[in-house]
């Protein structure tokens, strides 16, 4: 377990982080794109877009509620069993695969070991440790059904992902459906809502909306909103062939450059629960429940 002084060092670590982040935001600003073709990169798993064999997970290995690192323990970047690994190899191996900067990739693998009550230095971690309820899982996932219906949280929920994707209502350049952050909006206002009325034995924080709303815009970064490339990414946990990260910033995607994108999503979400709220007490709209949801709660 973590000591005293390391519990005392941790607001010193924080803002050390937070100083870097918003140095290499400014050097991001300044600096030139990385090319196509070399956001991954040279020497590590994805190069150029060839991706390490997937492999689906077995019963025996750890997988979690986040498809990024799932599709990381599946591709062998990070152990296949999903067990063992240590916080500072995670934050090498995010950094190199997803292109989030060294600030953001030191931030989270920290969080995550204080989560665990584990030294960020010593210490080794199953991906499934990273579902402890109320810690970083929480319920109203846009991808996963609460705990209180599905209690292995690395099982995702299909027709949420579904949903999600064929509400898409943007395009680029080329003709990509593409995601937007009213999309997700209206899916993740309606999800708060949903999972508030009829699971009862929902938790909530403005941690929790905030930190949902984080995974959300991942989705719009990293990920580019592509709905072909998430189609795989959440259904699969497979990083297509050819795939490398959106983020083409020389120093990755920063937390100060991520948050403009994590409050766009927070905002729009906390609107559309507003309006549906409104609606429903109104009766001018029925909040449905998830099918599969109904079904567990008559057992």
Known sequence: MPGVLTKISVPFVDL??????????LLNLFSRKRKV???????????????????????????????????????GIIARSGKNISFIEMNHQIRATYNFAASFCSFVP???????????????????????????????S????????????WIKHQPFIDELLDSASGKDKDGHTLLTVEDIAKFAGRRRLQAKTH????????????????????????????????????????????????????????????????????????RVEAELRKKHKEGGTKIEVDHHDELAAAK
């Open 142 to 153: 846009i991808t996963r059904r609460d705990l209180h219906f599905q209690p292995d949280q």
């Open 37 to 75: 073709g070399h956001v991954t990169p040279e020497g590590h798993p994805g190069y150029r877009g060839h991706w390490p064999e997937w492999k689906a997970a077995r019963p025996e290995d750890s997988r979690c509620s986040c498809p990024a690192l799932n599709a990381m323990a599946n591709h």
């Open 199 to 270: 699971n009862p034995n929902y938790t909530r924080s403005l941690f929790h909306d905030v930190f949902g709303s984080s995974n959300n815009a991942t989705l719009l970064t990293i990920f580019g909103g592509r709905v072909d490339d998430l189609r795989t990414i959440l259904h699969e946990e497979r990083l297509p062939e050819g795939w490398e990260s959106r983020i083409r910033k020389p120093h990755g995607l920063t937390i100060a450059a991520f948050n403009a994108s994590v409050l766009a999503v927070e905002r729009g979400t906390r």
């Open 110 to 140: 920290h969080f995550a070991a204080r989560m665990l009550d584990k030294s960020y230095n010593k210490d080794n971690f199953d991906l499934h440790d990273l579902d402890k309820h109320n810690g970083i899982e929480h319920d109203n």
């Open 16 to 25: 050390s982080i937070f100083t870097w982040d918003f140095f290499l935001a």
